[in-house]
């Protein structure tokens, strides 16, 4: 089987799974969206308004400033794969919890084996969580992890712009970078060395966040203007 038939099983488990609440409630599973082949992978942290109705990643307001910021990168969207960690909408935008976190935790494990990315970008706190033991967003944003032999960019959230209109500048030059991530010995480098996680809780929780972080979560349905 390759790679893009079991990516296509996948999305259909995901569209029909039962594993946890958040099934219930939900209008539309949103597996994630892209090539078989890719050099870098975006997770999110859960489906929102929109994509819940859509059943696409990011295309609410927050998908639309990742539009942006993936120009600025150089980057078009069917050269990337998008997921969440979660892929149903948990009820009014909440965090994920942990038994959410771990009922599709197995899903998003077998896309990142299957297309081996040469990065993996993590956008907001909670998916950060599933690679990098402890942190603040804003000491390690737009830097890049050596997590067990896999390249990890810790980003925030673009909904962290929304909120927070200072930061939308610092998630441009962030993104601006992030080809000097594939592919260069300067990246290997740069990279800080990170002990694996084996297993994703949701520790974050007891990190110590910045308010900006904690504030990066605004309803998608909001109007821009």
Wanted: charged fraction near 25%.
């Amino acid at each position: 089987m390759s790679v893009e038939q079991r990516l296509q099983e996948i999305c259909q488990e995901i569209s029909v799974c039962q594993r946890c609440a958040l099934a219930k409630g939900r209008i539309n599973a949103v597996p994630g969206e892209g090539p078989a082949q890719v050099e870098i992978m975006f997770i999110g942290e859960a489906p929102g308004f929109h994509e819940n109705k859509q059943g696409k990643p990011f295309v609410g307001q927050a998908g639309q400033f990742l539009d942006e910021l993936l120009k600025a990168a150089g980057l078009e969207r069917d050269q990337v794969f998008i997921t969440n960690v979660v892929k149903c909408r948990p009820p009014n935008n909440r965090d994920p919890l942990p038994e959410e976190l771990a009922a599709c935790q197995s899903y998003l494990d077998e896309q990142i084996a299957l297309l081996k990315p040469e990065v993996i970008v993590t956008l907001g706190r909670i998916s950060m969580a599933k690679f990098i033991n402890a942190g603040r967003i804003s000491s390690i944003h737009g830097r890049t992890h050596n997590v067990n032999g896999q390249k990890v960019v810790t980003m925030y959230h673009p909904a962290a712009a929304l909120h927070q209109p200072a930061l939308r500048q610092t998630l441009i030059e962030d993104f601006a970078r992030l080809k000097r991530f594939i592919g260069t010995k300067g990246a290997q480098e740069e990279a800080v060395e990170v002990e694996p996680k084996t297993v994703f809780k949701q520790e974050i929780k007891t990190i110590k966040l910045d308010s900006e972080v904690q504030e990066q979560k605004p309803p998608e349905q909001l109007s821009l203007f």
